[in-house]
């Protein structure tokens, strides 16, 4: 029997009615079983080593999995400038220096840090604003050559810049006259009993000067040419030449005298040392002399002429450099030759000071190159993707590895991403960064910007680099280490080659479940209270440091990092301008809670570099390099010395 049409349109209504509210049912129930795994996943991704940390990416260093690694945090951005530059500036919070318990530094690490913000919030809104110089522009910088009067050298602060440095057959004249000898009391030169006459001194410095680093530091001496009128120890007239490199000293080359050994190598058929005439007429002998000088029957030695300086003469000396090394010719003679050391190259002295008891005339340079030397960030940068560093990998790592470095250290960077960095960033279990204050120069921290998003391997700490502020990289690459789930975190220096494998298998000799810090050590140490390197008892108010490990090369466990990362979120970290004795006294802190195995190894080198080496520093780019060949060659054998 059919249905009416009424009934039936009214079925029909009911039907789809049903079929609506049955869809929008399942519609409901996917959309809360979807939101119940979001939550699920999201709660287990938060637990302390869950899946898709360990599990997901095997540790391949050897390791006995006793102890785990901290906890990874989130990767969340807590703080607003690394949402304008995620991945490369620090987690670490500067606005918690504002403590008391920061000590002495407070305020400049404070100033520092305000100065910082500024500079990186100006740096994001240039980008992309600043363009390079042309090749004319940074051609007129750089002249043929350089004339000055004696009143424009003092005028230009006793120094005389050379922006595209020296290259071969460059040649510096300078005229002056040296000054009558003066007493002397500093203690530096000389220790004066009471009652003592103070010495004479007649002397001054001719230096080929390097980059400056950061605020604090000197810059390299790439040749330190210092006559001694009067003598030094020896009681003679004498002229030293060394280089200093990182405020650290070669080894002297001294001329007494006496010519340069027939056997010992020339500077491009030249005597390092020419000999000049002492007083012919004494029939003292040389060892008489020497021993009259040891029981202190002093004798006044005269010199003639050939000893090139005079007091109150004037001298014509011409500086040149030739294949091998520096000559220097006073009056038309030869004196002395220098020979180059490795890590620096003539393009790298790109300013001439004359500091003393000097009165200048004139200062010429001649034959300068007019191309712009390869300091530059772009001659010095590889921009290749096979220096780029790896994403961070998902779990924990065995080893974190933070190296300090200065802005303009692109050399010392690109040198260290081409050697030992290079083995580190193939390995899933190995994470190495670059921390990195600001600079003064607006065009270099431009350009570090660049280098951090290109390479991905830089971590820019935002405050005003200065020598007295290293500790904070410290501080930041402890932040860093834990943020990673790191196991072990080692700090070096972008001047320091690391052995990494050689590093580790000496970290594995201890207990995975034992707390260490491992380096080369330091114990009891006083601080210096005079001199350069003062220490205030406001800095250091203790008679003597804690033990501690020379900053170029340390480990410590994760646990001691985190400790640190602690204490300077909660305003209870002191700080001190020195940032090895800083780690000292913070493992010693943390030693008072939980033992600390201290492990000293002298192949941590603090000094150059030593055969079989864990780590090397003062090493130059070029030094990084002529290690790295030498490594993989199976040899961990040193580079010949600076």
């Given amino acids: 029997m059919r249905r009416p049409p009424a009934a039936a349109a009214g079925a ?56 785990g690694a901290p906890a990874r945090p989130s990767k969340r951005a807590h703080r607003e400038t690394l949402e304008a530059a995620p991945g490369i500036v620090s987690g670490l919070d500067l606005r918690r220096l504002n403590s008391s318990r920061s000590g002495s530094l407070r305020k400049v690490a404070a100033e520092a840090a305000a100065a910082g913000a500024r500079v990186f919030s100006e740096l994001q809104a240039l980008a992309g604003t600043l363009s390079a110089s042309s090749d004319e522009e940074e051609r007129s910088k750089c002249p043929h050559s350089i004339v ?104 002297p080359l001294r001329c007494e005298g006496w010519m340069s050994r027939a056997d010992e190598e020339t500077v491009d058929g030249m005597a390092k040392c ?34 090139p300086f005079v007091e109150d003469r004037l001298f014509v000396l011409t500086l040149t450099a030739g294949l091998e090394g520096y000559h220097v010719n006073v009056d038309g003679r030869h004196v002395t030759s220098f020979p180059y050391r490795i890590g ?72 260290v991403r081409k050697t030992w960095m290079s083995a580190a960033q193939k390995s899933s279990n190995v994470v190495a960064r670059f921390f990195v204050a600001l600079n003064g120069r607006k065009e270099v921290n431009m350009e570090l910007k660049k280098e951090a998003e290109f390479f991905g391997d830089i971590v820019i700490v935002p405050f ?47 207990p995975s479940s034992k707390s260490l810090y491992i380096g080369n050590m330091n114990y009891r140490h006083y601080p210096l209270r005079n001199g350069k390197w003062a220490v205030t008892y406001e800095e250091w108010p203790e008679e003597d440091y804690p033990t501690y490990a020379n900053g170029p090369g340390y480990v410590i466990s994760s646990d001691i990092a985190d400790s640190i990362v602690s204490e300077f979120t909660n305003h209870k970290l002191r700080l001190f301008k020195m940032e090895d004795v800083s780690m000292g006294m913070w493992v010693e802190r943390f030693n008072k809670t939980r033992p600390v195995e201290y492990v000293h190894s002298v192949k941590f080198c603090q000094f150059g570099c030593i055969d079989d ?12 390099l002529c290690l790295w060949d030498k490594l993989q060659a199976g040899r961990p054998r040193c580079c010949n010395m600076r």
């Fill in 464 to 510: 005003m680099d200065s020598y007295d502020l290293v500790v904070l990289k410290t501080v930041a690459i402890c932040e860093y280490g834990v943020r990673i789930s790191a196991r072990y975190i080692m700090k070096c220096d972008d001047d320091t080659f690391v052995r990494l494998e050689s590093v580790m298998a000496e970290v594995k000799r201890i």
């Fill in 613 to 624: 080496y864990y780590t090397a520093h003062y090493q130059s780019p070029r030094q990084m």
């Fill in 12 to 67: 029909s209504s009911c039907r789809r009615r049903a079929v609506q509210g049955f869809v929008a049912l399942a519609f409901l129930a996917y959309a809360l079983l979807v939101l119940s795994l979001g939550s699920r996943g999201a709660a287990h991704a938060s637990l302390p080593g869950g899946k898709g940390s360990a599990s997901s990416r095997p540790l391949h260093l050897d390791g006995d999995g006793e102890r």
């Fill in 274 to 307: 020419e000999k000049w005439i002492q007083d012919e007429g004494s029939k003292e002998s040389m060892t008489s002399w020497w021993l009259n000088r040891l029981i202190g029957r002093t004798k006044k030695v005269s010199v003639d002429w050939p000893y």
């Fill in 148 to 251: 000055l009067t004696g009143d424009e050298f003092r005028a230009r602060g006793r120094a005389v810049e050379l922006p595209c440095g020296l290259t071969l057959g460059s040649y510096i004249t300078v005229a002056a006259t040296p000054n009558a000898a003066h007493p002397e009391r500093d203690p530096k030169i000389t220790l004066l009993k009471e009652g003592d006459e103070p010495i004479m001194v007649s002397q001054f410095m001719m230096e080929l000067q390097g980059l400056k680093t950061v605020d604090g530091e000197d810059p390299p001496r790439i040749l330190h040419f210092n006559p001694r009128l009067r003598g030094d120890w020896s009681g003679k007239p004498v002229i030293e030449q060394n280089t200093c490199y990182r405020m650290q000293w070669g080894t």
């Fill in 344 to 415: 620096f190259v003539l393009e790298d002295a790109t300013g001439l000071s004359l500091n003393g008891n000097l009165d200048v005339q004139s200062v010429f340079a001649g034959t300068l190159p007019t191309t712009h030397p390869s300091f530059a960030p772009q001659k010095h940068l590889e921009m290749l993707p096979v220096w780029q560093a790896p994403p961070l990998p998902d779990g924990p790592v065995e080893i974190f590895v933070g190296i300090l470095s200065a802005g303009n250290h692109f050399a010392e960077r690109m040198a």
